[in-house]
């Protein structure tokens, strides 16, 4: 993958890269769409990170489904594709949980004789939103996200604003560690009924499925009342809890009002401000936000 990558840099070309974990989806695909208008050359990778994973969650049930997504993304017309085994990014070390989520610890007798030490953490950022309910998440997102940056090296690398706290990660990361990478937002790709389009939407029933549209609504009821001139955070939030609140089915984790390049909060909001939701539909963890207008 490095002497590909690096033969596509030494021609002069742009090289445009999507990091995925699989079970690809429209939204996936907008990305590589994205860095094919934008780029000469396309890379995408499929990699389900253990290191982003807790102890309590999905990672052995979590969607893989390589040939399709190959074949997707031949389709889509991407360039390369870059599906690593675990042993290969982590050096043939295993992946045990820890209460502070997975990390990397000494390997078999039977796997080659070195493990890896090494992470990547982005100090007070991780611990926000989603850092604040999966702790060690962002370090493990920061970690391979750097590893395959060095791997692939682009001039550009697209993510998706559904995942707005891992935007903000990866942006603080390649500026304080001066990657020469630029990282490109595209807008959320929705369902024609809102739900945005997600890998794990796979595990809702039908009802769950309905019920997880109450995610998209609490943040047009934001909207909505912002744009009647709603200004105070505490007071917006109440409004988005409550919508959430109408919906048994759902359990909410967070909504939150928060600058979007740092992710503190704000009191008073204002157009660019990021509103933020967690929720458990049923089992499944689903997240969704909006840039209030």
């Known amino acids: 993958m490095k002497a590909a990558c690096r033969q596509i840099t030494r021609a002069g070309k742009t090289l445009g890269f999507v990091p995925t974990m699989g079970a690809l989806h429209d939204g996936h695909l907008s990305l ?15 990699f389900v990170n253990p290191l982003q994973f807790g102890p309590t969650e999905d990672l052995h049930k979590y969607p893989r489904m390589l040939e399709r997504d190959a074949a997707m993304l031949e ?38 004789d070195h493990r890896s030490d090494t992470y990547v953490v982005v100090e007070g950022l991780s611990n926000k939103l989603d850092g604040a309910s999966r702790p060690g998440h962002f370090r493990g997102v920061a970690t391979v996200v750097a590893k395959l940056f060095e791997i692939v090296r682009p001039d550009c690398a697209f993510f998706g604003q559904k ?48 019920q997880a549209l109450v ?26 809890k409550q919508v959430i609140a109408e919906e ?9 009002f928060v600058d979007p390049d ?15 939701v967690a929720a458990y539909v049923g089992t499944t963890r689903l997240i969704d936000n909006i840039l209030l207008t």
């Open 32 to 46: 590589v769409r994205a860095s094919k208008a934008r780029c000469n050359v396309t890379a995408v990778s499929l």
């Open 75 to 112: 389709q889509a017309g991407a360039d390369f594709l870059f599906a690593p085994p675990v042993e290969e990014m982590y050096a043939g070390a295993e992946v045990n949980a820890q209460p502070n989520g997975p990390h990397l610890s000494a390997p078999s007798k039977q796997a080659p």
């Open 163 to 210: 995942d707005a706290a891992q935007v903000a990660v990866l942006r603080r990361m390649a500026r304080d560690l001066d990657m020469d990478v630029e990282i490109v937002v595209c807008p959320i790709v929705r369902e024609k009924d809102g739900l945005a389009m997600s890998s794990r939407n796979a595990y809702l029933s039908p009802e769950q499925r309905q």
């Open 215 to 240: 995610l998209h609504r609490a943040l047009l009821r934001v909207q909505m009342m912002a744009d009647r001139g709603e200004r105070d955070a505490k007071t917006l939030r109440e409004i988005g």
């Open 248 to 256: 048994p089915g759902a359990r909410l984790d967070y909504f939150e």
């Open 262 to 276: 740092t992710l503190d909060p704000v009191e008073h909001v204002k157009a660019g401000a990021l509103v933020a």
